[in-house]
C-alpha cells in the first residue's frame, strides 16, 4: 500500500454584497446566511446557516438559531453550539463601502480523484455479509469493512437482526485487509475480530485521540495502517481507498473506494461526511438509514413518552434528510441502504424495542427512484459484480449459522463482572477529567427498578471521590453539570473494570440518565468514549461466541 496523493478540490465561488442599510442591529436572516450588527450598526460576524452536526438548516429563532433534523442550537452570542462546544466558524467580509460590504460563499464545491482510471477488464466483486460489513474483492485483494458478525454489541444492548452466514467468516479468514471506521463495537467488535490472527492488515484513519487505533493496539493487534484523511492510498494496481472523516467532533469516518476506475463511497454512520465535500457522479453509494442507534431520548429521564416520541420520529426523518443529500451531492448510479441491521432482542429491553422504530431499506426504494438511482437491496445471498459502471446481480446458495442465546451472554455478565465501589472509586480518580460535572452512579438491575448497590458521588472539578445516601442525591448545583446515572450494576462494572467507552452505556440502552441543565455533556462523554480508554485493559468478553463459531466451520480452524 502507498500514498498516491490528495484530492483535487473544484470549487465555484460566488461574491455576495449586502446593503447594510437593509439590517437591524441584532441577528439578520439573509438568505442562507446571519448576519449580526452591532449597535454602533458594524457588522459583528457573517455566518452560513449550514449546521456543523449534520449539515442541516439552521432557523434563526431569537437569539439562537436551532437545526429542526437534530435540535442543535447555536448560541449567536458567542457562536458556540449548546451541546458540543463546537464554535461556528465566522466568514470573512470586507466593507466596500461605509453601508456596503462583500464576501465570498462556496455555491458547489466536491472532490476529484486525479488517480482514478480504468486498468484492467475486470469486474469489483461486492458482497453484504451483515449490519456494516462489506466485502470487496478486486483482481485477487479483499477488504472487508467494519466486521461485525457474531455475538451482542454494546454490552449486550444491540444484536444482529440475522444471523450470518457461515461462509461470511471464512471471508473474513481470507481477507487481505479489515477496514475500521471507529471504535463503536457494531463496528469494531472485538469478538468478530477474535476470529483472526493479531497479524492481520486493519486499516484505520488517523484521528487526533488515536482512539481506534490505541483500542485495536491494546487488544493485541500489531499490523495496523494509519491513513491520514483525504489522502488517496493505492492498496493494489486499480485499488484506491481514501478515508473521509466526519464533519463534526466526533470520531468517525467514511470510505472511499476507486476500484478500476469506479467510484464507491460508503458514509457509515457520519454526520455532514467531510462537510459535505465529497466526489460527484459516482457508481455505488452506501448510507446508515435505520436510525435508532442512539440512547438518546429513550435513555434520558427528562423527556415525557410523547417528547421522545415527537424526537424519535424527527430523527428518523432527519436520517432519510441526510441520505437525500447525500444522493444529491454524489449523484451516485446505484444506492444501497446499510449499516442499520441491528435489534433489542434481549428481554429485558422490550420496551425499547417496542418505542425504537427504525426506518426500513424499502422507505428508501422510492426515495431513489424519483431521484434517477438504481436501488439496490441489501441480501446475503446476492453477490454484486460491478463493472464498465454497472451492476451484475447474481444469487448464491448460503447456509446460515446456529442462532446465540441471548439469555446466555447476559447470565455470563452478571457472574463475569461485580461491583466494587474502591475500583470506581480508583477509575476515576485516574481518569484525568477536571470538568465542571458532577456524576452520581446508581447501580441497578434489569429493569432500573431497583437500587442493588452503594451510590457513588463524584465532583470532578473539586475531586471529591465518595459513596453517598439515595436520599443525598442533588438534582442541582450552581455552575455545574449534573448527571444522575442509574445503570446496570453488572455493566457498569464491566465497562470500569476494562475501560469501555462510555457511549457503550447510551447506545446500548444500559442506563438511564437525569441530567440538571437537560444539555449534552460533550466534553464528558468525549473524554470517557475516545480518552480515557483501554490503554492497559484488555477487552473482555465473557462469553465468547468465536468457540462454537469454529467448531461449526473447520476451516478457521487452519
Given at each position: ?31 442562507d ?96 455479509l ?16 467494519d ?68 483500542y ?22 486499480g ?11 466526533r ?22 461526511l467531510?462537510?459535505?465535500k ?66 433489542e ?26 431521484n ?36 446466555h ?11 466494587n ?51 443525598e ?15 446496570r ?15 457503550d ?7 438511564r ?5 437537560n ?14 480508554i ?20 473447520p476451516?478457521?480452524?487452519?
Amino acid at each position: 500500500m502507498h500514498k498516491l496523493g490528495e484530492f483535487e478540490s473544484r470549487t465555484k465561488k460566488k461574491i455576495i454584497t449586502i446593503d447594510l442599510d437593509r439590517l437591524k442591529i441584532g441577528s439578520n436572516n439573509i438568505g442562507d446566511f446571519i448576519i449580526k450588527i452591532k449597535k454602533d450598526q458594524n457588522v459583528d460576524y457573517v455566518i452560513n446557516k449550514v449546521c456543523d452536526h449534520a449539515g442541516g438548516r439552521l432557523i434563526l429563532k431569537g437569539e439562537k438559531a436551532v437545526c429542526p433534523m437534530h435540535g442543535w442550537e447555536l448560541d449567536l452570542k458567542t457562536l458556540e453550539y449548546q451541546d458540543s462546544h463546537m464554535i461556528k466558524e465566522k466568514i470573512d467580509f470586507e466593507y466596500l463601502e461605509p453601508n456596503l460590504i462583500s464576501f465570498e460563499t462556496m455555491v458547489d464545491s466536491h472532490l476529484v480523484n486525479p488517480f482514478c482510471e480504468k486498468k484492467a477488464d475486470e469486474g469489483v466483486i461486492i458482497r453484504w455479509l451483515n449490519h456494516a460489513c462489506i466485502y470487496i474483492k478486486f483482481k485477487g485483494t479483499s477488504i472487508i469493512t467494519d466486521p461485525w458478525l457474531i455475538g451482542p454489541a454494546f454490552l449486550s444492548g444491540w444484536w444482529l437482526q440475522e444471523t450470518s452466514t457461515k461462509d461470511s467468516l471464512e471471508l473474513l479468514k481470507s481477507a487481505d485487509y479489515l477496514l475500521i471506521s471507529h471504535n463503536h463495537p457494531d463496528h469494531l467488535h472485538l469478538e468478530t475480530l477474535s476470529l483472526v490472527g493479531k497479524e492481520t492488515n486493519i486499516i484505520v484513519g488517523d484521528f487526533k485521540s488515536k482512539s481506534t487505533e490505541n483500542y485495536l493496539s491494546a487488544n493485541g493487534f500489531t499490523n495496523l495502517h494509519i491513513l491520514e484523511f483525504k489522502e488517496i492510498y493505492e492498496i493494489t494496481n486499480g485499488f484506491q481507498l481514501s478515508i473521509l472523516k466526519s464533519g463534526d467532533f466526533r470520531d468517525d469516518s467514511g470510505f472511499y473506494f476507486s476500484i478500476n476506475g469506479q467510484q464507491v463511497l460508503m458514509t457509515v454512520d457520519c454526520n455532514f461526511l467531510n462537510s459535505h465535500k465529497l466526489p460527484v457522479n459516482i457508481d455505488v453509494l452506501m448510507t446508515s438509514f435505520a436510525g435508532g442507534a442512539s440512547g438518546f431520548p429513550l435513555c434520558y429521564i427528562n423527556y415525557d413518552g410523547q417528547e421522545k416520541l415527537k424526537i424519535l420520529n424527527r430523527n428518523r426523518n432527519a436520517i432519510k434528510s441526510t441520505v437525500l443529500d447525500y444522493v444529491k451531492l454524489t449523484k451516485p448510479k446505484y444506492y444501497m441502504p446499510y449499516a442499520g441491521m441491528f435489534n433489542e432482542k434481549a428481554e429485558r429491553d422490550l420496551d425499547i424495542k417496542e418505542v425504537n422504530i427504525k426506518n426500513s431499506v424499502y422507505d428508501y426504494e422510492n426515495m431513489m427512484i424519483k431521484n434517477g438511482v438504481k436501488f439496490i437491496e441489501p441480501s446475503k445471498n446476492t453477490l454484486l459484480e460491478l463493472k464498465n459502471h454497472k451492476i451484475i446481480k447474481r444469487t448464491i446458495d448460503i447456509e446460515f449459522l446456529q442462532k446465540e442465546s441471548i439469555s446466555h451472554y447476559i447470565d455470563n455478565y452478571k457472574k463475569s463482572f461485580k461491583y466494587n465501589i474502591k475500583s470506581v472509586f480508583d477509575y476515576f480518580r485516574a481518569s484525568g477529567f477536571a470538568g465542571a460535572q458532577i456524576l452520581y452512579i446508581i447501580p441497578v438491575d434489569d429493569k432500573f427498578d431497583q437500587i442493588n448497590d452503594d451510590i457513588v458521588y463524584i465532583n470532578f472539578k473539586e475531586r471529591v471521590f465518595e459513596k453517598v445516601g439515595y436520599q443525598e442525591i442533588m438534582e442541582f448545583t450552581e455552575g455545574y453539570n449534573t448527571m444522575q446515572m442509574y445503570v446496570r450494576k453488572e455493566i457498569i462494572s464491566c465497562l470500569i473494570e476494562n475501560m469501555l467507552p462510555w457511549e457503550d452505556l447510551s447506545i446500548g440502552f444500559q442506563m438511564r440518565v437525569k441530567r440538571s441543565p437537560n444539555v449534552y455533556e460533550s466534553d464528558f462523554w468525549y473524554h470517557f468514549t475516545n480518552v480515557y480508554i483501554n490503554k492497559e485493559h484488555i477487552r473482555y468478553s465473557p462469553l465468547c461466541g468465536s468457540c462454537t463459531i469454529v467448531k461449526q466451520n473447520p476451516i478457521l480452524n487452519s
